[in-house]
């Protein structure tokens, strides 16, 4: 069986996606209520910030910049234009999942600068904040593959 190329980058943008959306999804619902459970207060706050700051650095340096190279390259392929982005269907789900990308990333990276200068519960409205949006986000993409594409 020959594995197309366009497979092989598919294939890296969903593993990114399910890394990015799962690893938030492990920390907060998994690790963090765990910590609060059988951690006491500095424990918790120390581990949960050094996991924060490690998942923080692979979505900076490896997820973020996978997501945004195969997701271009997809769009391209998918062929989508300056010019059809507006008139599409596809090219409108495909410019509401960018914004969205965009600010998500923007809360991710703000949460992770200030998260140690924040109140608690600020740090974790933001978490949630960008849990949510990331799952929006899956849906557009869900939704894009439904759609015909512009090529
Ligand atoms: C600049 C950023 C991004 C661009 C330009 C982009 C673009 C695309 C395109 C064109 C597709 C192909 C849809 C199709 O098959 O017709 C796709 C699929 C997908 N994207 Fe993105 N994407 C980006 C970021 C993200 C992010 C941050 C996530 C994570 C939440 C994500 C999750 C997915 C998933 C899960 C699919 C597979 C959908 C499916 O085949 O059912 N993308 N993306």
């Known amino acids: 069986m020959a594995i197309n190329a ?3 980058v598919r294939f890296f943008h969903v593993l ?3 890394f990015w959306v799962g690893g938030q999804l492990m920390l907060s619902v998994v690790v963090v209520p765990l ?3 059988h951690g006491g207060p500095v424990l918790t706050r120390e581990m949960a910030a050094a996991a924060g700051r490690r998942f923080g650095t692979v979505t900076s340096f490896g997820l973020f ?3 945004v190279v195969t997701g271009v390259l997809l ?6 234009r300056w010019a059809n982005l507006g008139t599409t269907t596809y090219g409108q789900v495909l ?3 960018v914004i969205v990308v965009g600010v998500t990333f923007a809360l991710a990276t ?5 998260a140690r200068r924040l109140p608690r519960s600020a740090g974790r409205i ?4 960008t849990l949510a949006l990331s799952i929006w986000i899956v849906l557009l993409a869900t939704t894009l593959a439904s759609l015909p594409p512009p090529r």
Request: glycine share 6%; proline share 3%; net charge positive.
């Open 6 to 8: 366009w497979a092989v």
């Open 16 to 18: 990114a996606a399910v």
């Open 35 to 37: 910590l609060r459970r």
């Open 65 to 67: 910049p996978v997501l």
């Open 75 to 80: 769009a391209w392929h998918e062929g989508v």
């Open 95 to 97: 410019r509401t999942k």
């Open 110 to 114: 703000a949460h992770g600068v200030v």
């Open 126 to 129: 933001l978490a949630i904040i």
